[in-house]
């Protein structure tokens, strides 16, 4: 709906009206011509204050208007103020202008009601009358007033004067508020285009400080990981003497039998410690290395390895371990010596804690897949020994979890550290009864592994 004032309701006639119609082609051209010239800046503009000085001056240097100018309403207050023009004199003070529309209610200009304004004589027009000193200081008789719209709101209004009266007819207004609508669709663009600019710095402004935050997180972790080497190098060279004195002392036979006892307790708690600093740095080291850097292993010479060294730990047990392989070719799998240190790490409980007079272990690697259908190695090592007791078992996997956040609980066993290091490896160790139902018969522990390169 546009307010229309001042508009001729009657047909002209006689040589006014042949006057008029002769006249109308000359301005029809102009405006399209000028229409072009609106278009090009809208195209053109990168900024919406470029976007209304363009279009204000493109109306004036037509010579289809007396004068233009864009106001826009500021928020929450609503008071129009002026932002671009062209046309008024020199000096102009739009104080005054801005002064007498806010005394009309502001009925001039477009935003409040966001549809066209337009008079066509002005000079009569009531809704004018607080504005008839400026109406005559620029000698405009027809006056127009479109809406701007930003997401669909008014926010701004085209303000425009012609020295002719009616000069706005039908065909007029219709290019006008094309014109209005041109720049409603490019503000959208630009607005669209400067909240994308505003995510894609606030983009790189968070990946800049992802980036700084993985550096200071890579150089902290390497940092723990070179303050472990030295501590675990530290405490490695303190307690070997301490381990090599005790072992003189427990085995002289010079020495008092009591004094020798108390002197196989100290090796024991040293080998302890050693094996808490080993099996502490070879988690670090799973937590942190990248699996693609993790190197492969065969686990038929892992097991032979792992065999060796713990044998050579228990001289006076009587061990027999039975291996059974799907077939005779190597076995990849991922880890490298981590793996080996895991399967140490299970040898020797099997053997430690069995108080049988012959300690049987049974090895039996299979092809497995996990739910997802990812192929996987099965390990399952059973011994003859006293087994674990289920609260004993929950214990452990709570720890090996995370459940408890601690690993001091069960500081003799390094079944907590190994399951970390299997889970880092993408892989699970679980803990289940020899015989199925009675724990007493021994324990069978399954670890799960990736093949290398699967």
Known sequence: MIELAGARRQKNRGKTARRRTQAKPLDSERLYVALIDFNKTIIGAKEPSELFEGVCKIAVSSGLFKFAWVGIADEPTGE???????????????????????????????????????????????????????????????????????????????????????????EVISLLEGVAANISHSLDKHESERKRMAVEFDLRELNAELEKRIAQAESATMRAQTYLDFMSHDLTNILTPVMTYAEMIASDERVPENDRKYSRVVVDHVMRAAKFISRVKNLAIAETMPLEKMEATDLRESFLIAQSEVLRRYPNKDVEIEYMYPNDEPIYVLGGYLIESVIEEILDNSIRYSSGPRVEVTVLVSQDRTANGQPMWRIEISDNGPGMSPRLRDTLLAEASGDDKRLSKTIASGIPFMTRIVRHLGGKISIEDRVQGDYSKGTKIVVSVPGYGQ
Request: positive net charge; without cysteine; charged residues 20%.
């Open 80 to 170: 129009i103020r002026q932002i671009a023009s062209a046309g008024m004199p020199d000096g102009f003070d739009f104080k005054s202008l801005l002064a007498s529309i806010a005394a009309a209610g502001h009925a001039p200009i477009s935003i409040a009601t966001g549809r066209p304004f337009i008079s066509n004589d002005a000079a009569v027009d009531p809704r004018l009358r607080s504005m008839a000193d400026f109406l005559g200081m620029v000698s405009a008789r027809s006056i127009a007033s479109f809406p701007i719209n930003k997401e669909g709101k008014p926010f701004a209004a085209l303000i425009l004067g012609s020295s002719k009266k009616d000069a706005f007819d039908t």
